[in-house]
């Protein structure tokens, strides 16, 4: 039976002090990476760097290049000091690797969430979907783009209708 390895602490860490692992495999885009920053701006940072004894990221490169770009200082991370060298490479791989394989979306529970979201005016976007996203997801795109245009009401009466913004 495994030994079980011992629960990481959550600390924060000043930015400058984390390496990045020099053979990481996944890319990150500015697009993506601007989408990170985003989603930290909006919700916080809330999924901590996961990063070996001698502050070298494992997870959360990604993460990491947003909060740069946010100005941050400090990220929180767990410091994870049980792995051996082979099982922090792989783990590395893993953990990109596997949110990329198996699983789906339960189409009819995304859009309905989608379209909730929408109605009460929150940029789905931030959640990492844009219409193209949609419609990869087999949705329309335009019907969670229709909902926050204000409907084409024809005016009443004899005099002209005047707005400003």
């Known amino acids: 039976m495994a030994k079980k390895p011992p629960a990481p602490t959550l600390e924060s860490i000043g930015i400058e002090l984390l390496i990045p692992y020099a053979n990481n495999a996944k890319k990150h885009s500015d697009e993506q990476v601007a989408q990170i920053a985003a989603s930290i701006r909006e919700f916080g940072f809330n999924n901590p760097v996961l990063i070996d004894g001698d502050n070298g990221i494992i997870a959360g490169h990604g993460r990491v290049m947003a909060a740069r770009k946010l100005g941050m200082t400090l990220v929180p991370v767990l410091r994870l000091t049980h792995l051996t060298d082979a099982q922090r490479r792989a783990y590395i791989l893993a953990d990109n690797r596997l949110t990329e394989t198996g699983g789906g979306w339960n189409e009819e529970i995304l859009k309905a969430e989608l379209e909730r979201l929408t109605e009460e005016g929150?940029?789905?976007?931030?959640?990492?979907?844009d219409k193209e996203a949609i419609e990869e997801l087999g949705g329309g795109g335009d019907e969670y783009t229709r909902k926050v245009?204000?409907?084409?009401?024809?005016?009443?009466?004899?005099?002209p209708a005047i707005t400003a913004l």
């Open 122 to 129: 929150f940029d789905v976007g931030l959640a990492g979907f």
């Open 149 to 159: 245009e204000p409907p084409n009401y024809e005016p009443k009466g004899e005099k």
